[in-house]
């Protein structure tokens, strides 16, 4: 292309031949923020070698979630002042802002652009664009890669810059205590117990420093935390008492008011002299921003893609809804799903289906960042072609998040269920499909903790699979896998 000439206020000066995009430096203040805090962003450019002609500019890119913004940043615009998330453009002359730059938002998939274009005139070397960005940093921490491209004339494709912009998010003070058991073990067992300590958005609370009690049974340990341990310890060396289910209790220690101190139950661990495996794990999650296991433990996380037709999801980031949540039958398959399938599915599966990596934070925040189910798997290994054999062959379950535990299994007698939940459990309900209808009975069983039954098989001869549905007392639902029945055909 021919080199360009631009006159500019207090000269002129003629842009080399050759001109490339992707020149220039990108400076982002601050560059290190609280989670959920009010921001406010200034994105400098500063021309390279070539300076910039009008019409060239710079861009960056803000990741935004297009179903639930709130754990990506308040989506960028430029329409009205007084609405956070208001990103304006400047041309810079040294010390000197002025008016001479347009600002553009464009929306996409996973984010928003936002472009800053010199309408006149040109910039010399070392001067530059800035745009101000006014709104809420997001609720996930971790590093946001920002980007960065440059163009320096007309409507010439722009390239990326050679350092891009980035801005760390930092978790909140801690304001939540999680301890994970094994969810199941064998009499005399060593076991371990993973301790987290949260924000309210369910980062880790990476400034945390103090102990925490760790009571199992009979059996007591401390946890000690440092600030280089980003809110994250394990303790080990725990025994596995007698046959039964039991939870530990971590306490934070200390000089403070009780009102402060931070506490918590663990899931339920069942202790059986032939307890099988189980491995809690994310199956909708791939490569996103952040990592899975950051903040709750996990046995596996990878995607499935596509999802197999005999594996049935029934909860994640995206069905999450208030309508679906109070008519369950709009996440579990209906008369018509079956017709369609031609078989029941062989097991359910609940994940995060999203970049956001935070299944199962809900059960100790309350609050829902980009979080979503879990699903239990029995099996000794975390290889992936095990995992997923143990589901084609219904040896699995699904929650929305808490680790509760659900197990159904069929002999002679009937059919043996067990459930414990790490709260109450509120009841259970064996739901029965065929493919003209679809009918629910109540387990006769009162809420407990823990329910053992022995449920007859229904003769039901117009249905085709049956599966158990538990609720605790705070919403949390789990789902066996589907047991085929053989009726339901017409």
């Not at 040896?395 to 998040?401: D, I, V």
């Amino acid at each position: 292309m021919a080199a360009a000439s631009a006159g500019c206020a207090g000269g002129s000066f003629d842009a080399p031949p050759g001109l490339t995009s992707g020149e220039g430096t990108i400076e982002l203040k601050p560059a290190v923020v609280e989670a959920s805090e009010e921001i406010r962003l200034r994105i400098s450019w500063t021309a390279g070698p070539s300076g910039l002609l009008a019409g060239g500019g710079f861009s960056v890119r803000f990741p935004v979630a297009p179903g639930s913004p709130s754990p990506g940043f308040t989506p960028p615009h430029h329409r009205a002042r007084h609405v956070p998330g208001f990103v304006q453009c400047w041309a810079r002359r040294g010390e000197l802002l002025t008016g001479e730059a347009d600002t553009v938002a464009i929306s996409s998939d996973g984010g928003v652009e936002a472009r800053c274009t010199l309408r006149s005139g040109a910039l010399r070397p070392g001067d530059g664009l800035a745009l101000d960005y006014w709104g809420l940093a997001p609720r996930i921490a971790g590093r946001y890669d920002l980007g960065g491209a440059s163009r320096l004339w007309g409507a010439r494709g722009a390239a990326p810059l050679p350092r891009p912009a980035a801005l760390e998010v930092k978790g909140k003070p801690a304001r939540v205590l999680s301890v994970l058991l094994p969810t199941s073990a064998r009499p005399g067992e060593t076991v371990s117990a993973s301790l987290r300590v949260l924000d309210e958005f369910g980062n880790r609370a990476e400034g945390f420093d103090g102990a925490v009690e760790l009571t199992l049974g009979a059996q007591s340990r401390l946890a000690r935390f440092s600030p280089v341990d980003r809110g994250a310890a394990q303790v080990d060396g725990l025994v596995a008492p007698a046959e039964g289910v039991v939870r530990a209790e971590a306490v934070e220690t200390g000089q403070m008011r009780d009102e402060y101190r931070l506490g918590a139950f663990s899931n339920p661990l069942r202790v059986l002299a032939d307890a099988p495996r189980v491995q809690w794990g994310d199956l909708c999650f791939s490569s996103g921003m952040f990592d899975a296991e950051d903040v709750m433990p996990l046995g596996f996380a990878f995607a499935i893609e596509p999802l197999p037709g005999r594996l049935y999801k029934t909860y994640s980031s995206r069905t999450r809804s208030p309508e679906r949540e109070e008519h369950l039958r709009f996440i579990e398959p209906d008369a018509g799903w079956l017709r369609a399938a031609g078989s029941p599915p062989a097991a359910f599966i609940a994940c995060s289906d999203n970049d956001w990596g935070r299944p199962g934070t809900i059960r100790v925040t309350g609050l829902e960042p980009g979080a979503g189910g879990l699903t239990a798997v029995l099996e000794e290994s975390d290889d992936r072609e095990r995992i997923l054999d143990a589901l084609e062959r219904g040896r699995a379950w699904a929650t929305t998040g808490a680790r509760m535990i659900l197990m159904a299994r069929r002999d002679g007698s009937g059919i043996h269920l067990f459930a414990a939940g790490e709260k109450p459990l509120r009841g259970v309900t064996m739901v029965l499909l065929g493919e003209r209808n679809r009918k629910e009975i109540p387990v006769d069983a009162a809420p407990a903790m823990e329910i053992e039954v022995i449920v007859p098989v229904p003769r039901e001869e117009t249905a085709a699979a049956l599966w158990f549905r538990a609720e605790q007392e705070d919403g949390q639902i789990a789902w066996s896998a589907p047991m085929p029945l053989g009726g339901g055909r017409p």
